[in-house]
């Protein structure tokens, strides 16, 4: 087993009498991700032998999606976690839905989010909504991986409990809440897997069709890749990582949202099968569209 490392999910602090401000890796994580993403976009679109018929919108235009992004994070994510994970906590506390500093973060929400957010951007802009969602899925993995990371060092969303050697021990409760066992428990570091499938992997995978393959001239082709690939990264990661704890019951140990006898999927599965359903659609679409005739 290993230890935790010791790392304070806050990088500094700064208390001035009444007011205190601290910056967390997890707010550091989504900085870095919008902003890399933001100035990645921008050099895709300014690189002429990536677009055979021309780039679909201007840097200066990309500058003005990071704003519509980071709205459709924020509440995207925010509202999707209150409504597929504790829609009944929320319903009788409707005033801790604005506590976004009290953590509670759905990808799958903030994923919506984004594409509603894209959409309304495209037809106030007049911009083609394919090839800017081409834009948007090459760079993705970047906030996805850090983010991960930061969950990891947040010491939240664990994994469940494993006897292999590179288990971690959680600190707090993930410790203490492992069914038939004595003392300390080791969880898998599902965050860290996330961080490597659904972030650096896929990234990197993204990076090779769009700049060795020439995948932008087909639009759809490099955002149905990216549906399927985090879809099916995370339909495997969640058969090891713990479910949420509105899920968990006595008749239900394992967490699944849907089950008989035992046997069904998760939440975060359930909700990942309509993308890896769109990602190939879109990547079947595209091959044909790209066929001779």
Same mark, same amino acid.
């Given at each position: 087993?290993?230890?935790?490392?010791?790392?304070?999910?806050?990088?500094?602090?700064?208390?001035?009498?009444?007011?205190?401000?601290?910056?967390?890796?997890?707010?550091?994580?989504?900085?870095?991700?919008?902003?890399?993403?933001?100035?990645?976009?921008?050099?895709?679109?300014?690189?002429?032998?990536?677009?055979?018929?021309?780039?679909?919108?201007?840097?200066?235009?990309?500058?003005?999606?990071?704003?519509?992004?980071?709205?459709?994070?924020?509440?995207?994510?925010?509202?999707?976690?209150?409504?597929?994970?504790?829609?009944?906590?929320?319903?009788?506390?409707?005033?801790?839905?604005?506590?976004?500093?009290? +953590?509670?973060? %759905?990808?799958? *929400?903030?994923?919506? /989010?984004?594409?509603? =957010? !894209?959409?309304?951007?495209? #037809?106030?802009?007049?911009?083609?909504?394919?090839?800017?969602?081409?834009?948007?899925?090459?760079?993705?993995?970047?906030?996805?991986?850090?983010?991960?990371?930061?969950?990891?060092?947040?010491?939240?969303?664990?994994?469940?409990?494993?006897?292999?050697?590179?288990?971690?021990?959680?600190?707090?409760?993930?410790?203490?809440?492992?069914?038939?066992?004595?003392?300390?428990?080791?969880?898998?570091?599902?965050?860290?897997?996330?961080?490597?499938?659904?972030?650096?992997?896929?990234?990197?995978?993204?990076?090779?069709?769009?700049?060795?393959? +020439?995948?932008? %001239?087909?639009? *759809?082709?490099?955002? /149905?890749?990216?549906? =399927? !690939?985090?879809?099916?990264? #995370?339909?495997?990661?969640?058969?090891?990582?713990?479910?949420?704890?509105?899920?968990?019951?006595?008749?239900?140990?394992?967490?699944?949202?849907?089950?008989?006898?035992?046997?069904?999927?998760?939440?975060?599965?359930?909700?990942?099968?309509?993308?890896?359903?769109?990602?190939?659609?879109?990547?079947?679409?595209?091959?044909?569209?790209?066929?001779?005739?």
């Amino acid at each position: 087993m290993i230890p935790f490392p010791d790392i304070s999910p806050e990088i500094f602090r700064i208390d001035l009498g009444g007011f205190s401000f601290a910056l967390r890796w997890y707010a550091l994580a989504y900085i870095v991700g919008l902003v890399a993403g933001w100035k990645l976009i921008a050099r895709l679109v300014s690189t002429p032998r990536l677009w055979p018929a021309g780039a679909p919108m201007t840097p200066a235009q990309v500058e003005s999606l990071l704003t519509w992004v980071i709205l459709g994070v924020v509440l995207g994510g925010r509202l999707g976690f209150v409504v597929f994970y504790q829609p009944a906590y929320y319903m009788q506390n409707p005033g801790h839905i604005l506590r976004v500093w009290e +953590g509670g973060m %759905s990808f799958h *929400g903030g994923f919506l /989010g984004v594409v509603v =957010a !894209g959409i309304a951007f495209c #037809r106030l802009n007049r911009i083609p909504m394919l090839p800017l969602a081409d834009l948007m899925a090459i760079v993705a993995p970047i906030g996805i991986g850090l983010g991960r990371l930061a969950n990891f060092i947040n010491a939240e969303l664990w994994g469940r409990p494993t006897t292999l050697p590179w288990g971690v021990i959680f600190p707090g409760e993930a410790a203490q809440t492992c069914p038939g066992v004595v003392g300390l428990c080791a969880r898998h570091p599902s965050q860290l897997y996330e961080a490597a499938l659904e972030g650096a992997l896929l990234f990197a995978a993204l990076l090779y069709v769009t700049y060795r393959k +020439g995948w932008l %001239s087909t639009p *759809g082709r490099i955002a /149905g890749l990216f549906f =399927a !690939g985090y879809g099916a990264a #995370r339909f495997a990661v969640e058969f090891v990582r713990q479910p949420d704890a509105q899920f968990v019951t006595e008749g239900n140990p394992l967490g699944l949202a849907v089950h008989v006898a035992g046997y069904g999927l998760t939440m975060g599965q359930i909700l990942s099968l309509p993308m890896i359903l769109a990602g190939l659609w879109f990547i079947t679409r595209a091959r044909r569209q790209t066929a001779p005739a």
